[in-house]
């Protein structure tokens, strides 16, 4: 079992504490802790931010997002008496030792044993600086224990992640950095290794002589919004590919870990990622497409295409949406495709997992061009949170034919209360040094080096964008993709 420590004092510093993050996510997050009992009394959070606020304002714009975002709100007052604010440039060293201070008389007053969480909330663009001054200016410098938390993105490809790495590795040791994806945090991503490894009748079957493909869809239907500065140099594949998808695959096709320790679980994804057949430059097209919205209707709303989006160039070249084939070169997934596909202003807010199983060697019940249905499992991710195996049984008569159906789990029915946000379980995860749902150095290295390829491809050749209109399911060459393997995308509603 893992070892972790329960509810653990601790100091929170929250760099990027104005930010939307904090607002829409953190701070709810941490006050469904609080209000669970899993923090310790003794425990404060500083926002640190470079717009200036005092203690008051800062405790105000804390409930504000609790009120906003939260639920059942209680004992808010108390909640947010921990927190305190303190205005910083991350440029400077002056600001830091100051910090610092704050840092020292905090953890004498609420007995905080010198345990500190920075979590990195923060334009990348300062990551490695921050991590930097955090050492320098004597902020690691404790009794306690000391994590990193750093949201994505972790680089824009291999060799600035290496760069960013070497920075935050000289004042924090891999075990203490803990690199978010809070595709990790959800519910259901969680169960994969549940549902794969706890039940008899999947695991024997989880193989290439019994899985024909598996398809994994992640369709939005926001737009680009108010980041385009961002997006339209990441795009889809580093944007979603490059972390949440890969890490699903991951999770989908890893061996059972000896033990469910953090370091056990994650070297079996690292061994999928490592199995991953990497593809040439020449042959992008064949495993990979990619799209860009145009204009579009979703729920009967007129939206604009991605290059009219504010800040977007009008002659962007940058995608939208993925479809894309993995295939893992290891035993157990020889000749099995992992199908995914991504994208912006698509029909649907969803995400599922599809595991269609390979056809039964005969069928009986032949009649008239009849086919059986293949038998499916899917998992969905969200917004419905369960599983449904689809199998076929006899139509209820006189006659010997078969109607496909489906059992249906979810967590909705079970629990009756909407399972906690991914924040709130990865930030508890870290406060008691639990890293498993974090990504390890060495699984994010591994998935930039598979991505660059087809990023650097598609740098060098102009692409014919728009190809979707917003509010479909994406391009016509992602169908294509899968129609020449012989299959197609099973519904996201599925
Ligand atoms: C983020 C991406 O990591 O994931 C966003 O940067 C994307 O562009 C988001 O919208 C999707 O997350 P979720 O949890 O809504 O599926």
């Not at 369960?386 to 008569?397: A, E, F, P, R, S």
């Amino acid at each position: 079992m893992k070892t972790v420590e329960n509810n653990p004092s601790s100091l929170i510093l929250l760099f990027g504490a104005t930010g939307d993050l904090a607002k829409r996510k953190l701070y709810p997050s941490l006050y469904n802790l609080f209000k669970k009992g899993h923090l310790s009394d003794r425990f404060a959070v500083i926002g640190v931010a470079r717009r200036l606020k005092d203690d008051e304002e800062f405790r105000n714009w804390v409930k504000d997002s609790v009120e906003t975002y939260g639920e059942e709100i209680d004992h808010l007052n108390e909640f947010i008496s921990h927190f305190y604010y303190q205005s910083h440039d991350v440029t400077e060293s002056e600001s830091y030792k100051q910090l610092k201070t704050l840092v020292d008389e905090l953890d004498h007053t609420y007995q905080l044993q010198g345990n500190r969480i920075f979590y990195l909330a923060m334009s990348p663009e300062f990551f490695g600086t921050v991590a930097e001054h955090l050492k320098e200016d004597g902020l690691t410098d404790t009794k306690g224990f000391k994590r990193l938390v750093i949201e994505k993105p972790f680089g824009h490809n291999l060799e600035s992640a290496i760069k960013l790495n070497k920075r935050i590795r000289n004042s924090f040791k891999e075990e203490e950095v803990y690199r978010i994806d809070h595709y990790l945090g959800k519910e259901m991503v969680q169960n994969i290794e549940v549902i794969r490894f706890a039940n008899a009748v999947f695991e024997p079957l989880w193989n290439n002589r019994y899985i024909s493909n598996i398809q994994i869809t992640s369709s939005e239907t926001l737009g680009v919004e108010e980041r385009a500065r961002y997006y339209d140099k990441s795009g889809a594949i580093r944007d979603m590919v490059q972390n949440h998808m890969l890490q699903m695959v991951a999770l989908l096709a890893m061996e059972p870990p000896i033990r469910l320790t953090t370091k056990e679980i994650r070297s079996e994804k690292v061994k999928v990622l490592r199995a991953l057949r990497p593809i040439e430059d020449h042959e992008v097209h064949n495993y990979f497409v990619r799209g860009q919205y145009g204009e579009g209707t979703i729920n009967g709303i007129s939206v604009p295409a991605y290059r009219e989006e504010p800040n977007v160039p009008h002659d962007s070249n940058t995608e939208t949406f993925v479809a894309g084939k993995f295939l893992i070169d290891n035993f157990r997934w020889a000749g099995v495709p992992f199908y995914i596909r991504t994208g912006k202003r698509m029909e649907k807010k969803s995400t599922n997992i599809i595991v269609q199983f390979k056809d039964i060697p005969m069928n009986l019940y032949y009649k008239n061009g009849s086919s059986l249905n293949p038998n499916l499992l899917v998992i969905h991710v969200q917004p419905e949170e369960g599983i449904t195996l689809h199998l076929n049984v006899k139509k209820t008569g006189e006659v010997m034919e078969t109607t496909p159906v489906t059992l249906n789990f979810s967590t909705k029915n079970i629990d009756g209360i909407n399972t906690p946000e991914a924040y709130e379980k990865l930030l508890f995860d870290c406060l008691r040094g639990d890293a498993t749902n974090f990504t390890h150095w060495d699984e994010v290295a591994l998935s930039w080096r598979f991505v660059d390829k087809i990023s650097e491809a598609w740098a060098n050749e102009k692409a014919d964008f728009p190809n979707y209109s917003a509010g479909s399911m994406g391009p016509k060459c992602a169908d294509e993709l899968l129609e020449r393997d012989g299959f197609f995308w099973w519904p996201v509603h599925f």
